[in-house]
């Protein structure tokens, strides 16, 4: 499948990725040496840069968040899904002005939570130190004011207190029978079955046979899970798995979007993200 050429090496213990391989980051001993200033949260009301959560009971942080904030009066426009542990984002703009594409996990420690992953920056970004591959750290994510407020440490800078709002898209019942058809997959057709699964046989000669899954019919967010075979890519025989919604927003052209990674044998134990894009037919 054609959108399923935007693949990138991800570790899956934090590992670093360069031209010359693969390092090992500790997230213990890995500091932020730089700050930027941020705008404040201002998609969630506000956060005050201050990284402390109100008082309350344990938070869900999953759900389609919206990121429109500035640092240093830079717009950054970024769309998040966040469930079951997984962390997936993708950028149009980020705190470097560059589209990103990101994977990690969170963990909830009361009323906020915490985690880290890895992000790809474009290869036509100037990236910070040249690199195109961050890791980055998750500091602080808590909810005011119904919006989400994140603090990030991406590659050693400090980018204090991103304001989130909830994507009403988040909010509409998740179903099988609405993904059930035929979906083009950048000139591929990905036919989706009504129990979710999948089989799309490429112009490449790539066989890819998937699931997607319901995680709480209330909510739009699905479980996504595929393999590539039958072909010598870089993304075949890796078992992917990760999460997707439905945009429905334009009655006449539904779009559902995933995000998946999966570890990567012939990379030393790291792992590889995809992402796709179908257009319902």
Not at 190 to 218: K, L, R, W, Y
């Amino acid at each position: 499948m054609g959108t399923l050429a935007r693949a990138l090496l991800l570790p899956l213990s934090l590992l670093l990725l360069s031209a010359c391989g693969m390092s090992s980051v500790s997230s213990s001993s890995y500091m932020p040496t730089t700050s930027i200033q941020s705008g404040g949260g201002g998609g969630s009301g506000g956060g005050g840069g201050s990284g402390q959560p109100p008082p309350g009971a344990a938070i869900n942080p999953a759900g389609i968040w919206d990121i429109t904030d500035k640092v240093n009066n830079q717009p950054i426009s970024e769309v998040a899904m966040l469930a079951t542990g997984q962390y997936y984002s993708v950028a149009t703009t980020d705190q470097f002005g560059c589209a990103d594409l990101s994977a990690g996990t969170y963990a909830i420690d009361g009323n906020s939570f915490t985690g880290s992953g890895v992000m790809q920056l474009a290869s036509n970004c100037n990236a910070p130190n040249g690199q195109n591959y961050l890791p980055y750290s998750l500091l602080n994510g808590y909810v005011l004011n119904a919006g989400l407020n994140l603090i990030f440490d991406a590659a050693g800078t400090l980018v204090p207190t991103l304001g989130a709002t909830l994507d009403p898209l988040y909010n509409e019942p998740s179903s099988l029978a609405k993904l059930a058809g035929n979906w083009s997959d950048s000139g591929n057709t990905m036919p989706i079955n009504p129990d979710g699964t999948f089989f799309e046989q490429q112009s490449s000669g790539c066989v890819v046979n998937g699931a997607f899954t319901i995680i709480d019919a209330t909510h739009n967010i699905y479980g996504a899970s595929l393999e590539i075979t039958n072909c010598t890519s870089s993304t075949a025989g890796i078992a992917f798995s990760g999460l997707g919604y439905l945009d429905d927003s334009n009655p006449s052209a539904w779009q559902f979007r995933a995000e998946l990674s999966g570890p990567n044998p012939a990379a030393g134990g790291a792992a590889m993200i995809i992402s796709i894009s179908l257009a319902k037919l």
